[in-house]
């Protein structure tokens, strides 16, 4: 059931920018320090001066001073932003997890195939018919049979229906705001 899912397109999946995002994070935190220990460095090297010319050394110290301070922060913000990313992972795997027994349990109710369950997971993906087809090595008119088939067996008569049968399970218990609460600038 759905062993080629590796060859279909996945777009619940991070987008680049959003992988990239930590490291570079982190990479400014990393030339933060390098700039500091530089400046550190240089300073160390003008010791035997700092008497003569201390009006050359203050922004050099100061900077040292920023930099470390600012390496810190950063760490720290890297830090608080891998613990969220952690905890909604967490959740995230949670919801999937319950969301897959769910859909498991609702196609078992309906009897489907095998093939149709791979079939419904493409289509809950978004997947079009012609996706489906490719992904499945299949033909087109081939999905939309055992589309049919999954749609008659859930008592729907098309995709988006077949979607919101999952997406009334997924948003249960949500409280919608009336139009007189939310409307209140007009």
């Given at each position: 059931m759905v062993a080629m899912m590796g060859s279909v397109p996945d777009r619940s999946r991070r987008s680049w920018p959003a992988l990239l995002r930590?490291?570079?994070?982190?990479?400014?935190?990393v030339v933060q320090g390098?700039?500091?220990?530089?400046?550190?460095?240089?300073?160390?090297?003008?010791?035997?001066?700092?008497w003569r010319n201390p009006w050359h050394q203050i922004p050099e110290v100061t900077a040292v001073i920023l930099l470390c301070v600012g390496t810190v922060l950063s760490v720290r913000q890297i830090t608080s932003v891998?613990?969220?990313?952690?905890?909604?992972e967490a959740r995230l795997q949670t919801a999937s997890q319950a969301f897959r027994?769910?859909?498991?349990?609702?196609?078992?109710?309906?009897?489907?195939?095998?093939?149709?369950?791979?079939?419904?997971?493409?289509?809950?993906?978004?997947?079009?018919?012609?996706?489906?087809?490719?992904?499945?090595?299949t033909r087109p008119g081939t999905v939309r049979a055992q589309s049919a088939a999954i749609y008659r067996k859930a008592g729907v008569s098309?995709?988006?229906q077949l979607m919101s049968?999952?997406?009334?399970?997924?948003t249960a218990g949500l409280v919608l705001t009336t139009p007189a609460e939310s409307d209140t600038t007009r």
């Open positions: 930590h490291r570079n994070l982190l990479v400014l935190a390098l700039c500091a220990s530089w400046f550190l460095f240089d300073i160390l090297m003008e010791v035997g001066d700092i891998l613990r969220r990313s952690d905890a909604i027994a769910l859909l498991e349990e609702t196609f078992d109710d309906w009897g489907i195939t095998d093939a149709e369950r791979d079939v419904a997971i493409l289509t809950l993906k978004g997947l079009s018919i012609s996706e489906i087809a490719e992904a499945r090595g098309n995709r988006l049968l999952f997406m009334d399970d997924l």
